[in-house]
């Protein structure tokens, strides 16, 4: 499964940001997506995740703010109250017939 992120940028404190992952599989044949975040000098942290048949999970540090979703074309994140600490690269995520995928990542920066 190849992946592809998008829609990063820099917005300020409080704004909003959509994040879209789209996919080489049918998005819906995907049992588990997700989206990531690396900081530099940071952990991973898994921020949300969502299944095909319809369970979510957010981490708690978005829980509120962002909200994980799927079409029939792309995987999306939505994200508000953004936050100076939300800075990272995002990435989605894929497990798909047990194997786990990831693409390029999209940069989102939050000025203060």
């Known amino acids: 499964v190849q992946l592809q992120a998008s829609g990063g940028g820099l917005v300020p404190a409080g704004g909003s940001l959509r994040l879209s992952c789209a996919a080489s599989e049918n998005i819906f044949s995907i049992n588990i997506m997700g989206w990531y975040r690396q900081a530099p000098g940071e952990q991973r942290e898994v921020v949300a995740t969502d299944t095909n048949s319809g369970y979510t999970n957010y981490a708690n540090s978005v829980k509120g703010r962002f909200t994980i979703s799927r079409d029939n074309a792309k995987l999306y994140l939505q994200m508000n109250s953004l936050k100076p600490e939300d800075t990272a690269v995002y990435y989605c995520?894929?497990?798909?017939?047990?194997?786990?995928?990831w693409g390029q990542g999209t940069q989102v920066t939050v000025s203060s």
């Open positions: 995520y894929a497990y798909y017939r047990t194997t786990v995928y």
